[in-house]
């Protein structure tokens, strides 16, 4: 899958009150000081389910409106368990 949710395409289509899902490649860092703007309303934070995403997702403490959990195929039978 191609890697194409990045911060200038955020805050691009969030002219046009569009949104889009980030990549999960970006750091704590910079997760935090894009969704500490006021124009990212149309962003979706990207993540695994996995603990090291969690942990990322915990270090970002910024307000953050949508989450998109990234659920491989191969990995929905363990959701079961849980």
Same mark, same amino acid.
């Given at each position: ?8 395409? %955020?805050? %691009?289509?969030? @002219?046009?009150?569009?949104? #889009? ?16 703007? @006021?124009?990212? %309303? ?17 270090? #970002? ?5 949508? #989450?998109? %959990? ?13």
């Amino acid at each position: 899958m191609d890697t194409i949710g990045t911060l200038t395409i %955020a805050l %691009a289509l969030n @002219k046009y009150d569009l949104s #889009v899902t980030l990549h999960k490649y970006y750091s704590a860092d910079d997760l935090g000081d894009f969704f500490s703007a @006021k124009k990212t %309303a149309g962003a979706f934070y990207s993540m695994r389910i996995n603990k090291p995403d969690y942990d990322k997702l915990c270090e #970002v403490k910024k307000p953050i409106a949508y #989450v998109c %959990a990234g659920v491989a195929n191969g990995y929905t039978f363990g959701l079961r368990k849980h």
